[in-house]
């Protein structure tokens, strides 16, 4: 099995706005490994407690997915996990600061990993990036797989026997995730790029149609798949959270949409309740990345303070 190869989905993925039109040259291609755990080791890299390790970012949702997955699951004595400093220079993430060293090969740059991996690593160097003791490499820098994995090949050593991905939900999962990647996932970076007002405000009517389809399938229905949270109520959060961060206001009122998302939002309150959401999410590094990342977004760099007790307001008791 090829575990890297030159794609451009990453670049879609991560900055749609770099990403060609269909049918030309990509504009930009980043390298991506796509190596994955199984439980019965057929990929060649099997799940094993104290094995694997996940490079992640507070800042960055695609990275974020491994943190929330791995509390649901309980896995935090099964996969180590730590975070790169909050801000990059122009060579990448760096290890230090609030967030320490590295704990796992005492690099000082995320990049190290990648070259250890692939020699003169020519892509960025990207969160989240799991990390394989045995063979002293990276075995992925996917969020998508390195999630899924997470979410079903370490149940042998799950502490809260969670199931994230339920066999016969399986084909409606990836197709909602997929729905999700475009619109949603994206949305944030799709809007926070766009320069063109004109294109600023149809990304907008996008994801409020989206947000619209979400409210109905959440009134009445507490998380996505029903009465457990599932993976792609992950995927969907993050980008909630961040969203909302942005544009404060979004989900509950704003001047577009003074009714607000009430179900939505109750949904995405209801999560940040559970510590797998709240102890893995940073508002005010989120808020910087913004004003760093984000020039369309907040053309002044300062993204809106954001009152945090709203997030802790609940519409109902969470029952157990
Ligand atoms: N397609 C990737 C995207 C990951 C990604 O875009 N990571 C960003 C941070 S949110 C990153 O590490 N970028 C490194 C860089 O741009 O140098 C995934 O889903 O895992």
Known sequence: MTEHQLVDAGACEAQPESCAPAGAAPAREVEKLRGRITADGSSGYPAEPGRYHVYVSWGCSWSSRAAVVR????LEEVVSLSY?????DERGWIFGGASGPDPVNGFSRLREAYEATVPHWPGRASVPALWDRVTGRL??????GISLD?????DA??????????????PRIDAFNAWLHHDINNGLHRVGHQADPVEHARFFTILFDRFDELERR????????GAEVTEPDVRLWLSLVRLDTAYPGLLATSLDRPE????LWAYARDLYRLPAFRET????????NFADNFDQLHPERVVPAQSLQSWTESQWEIAG
């Open 260 to 263: 607000g998302f009430p179900a």
């Open 139 to 144: 075995v992925s820098n996917e969020s998508g």
């Open 157 to 170: 050593w799950s502490s809260t026997g969670a199931d994230l991905y339920p066999e016969p939900l399986r």
């Open 84 to 88: 790169v400093d909050d801000s990059t």
């Open 71 to 74: 509390r649901l699951k309980g």
């Open 218 to 225: 959440l009134t009445g229905s507490r998380y996505l798949f």
């Open 281 to 288: 999410t940073n508002f005010a590094v989120i808020r910087q």
């Open 150 to 154: 997470l979410s079903t090949q370490f």
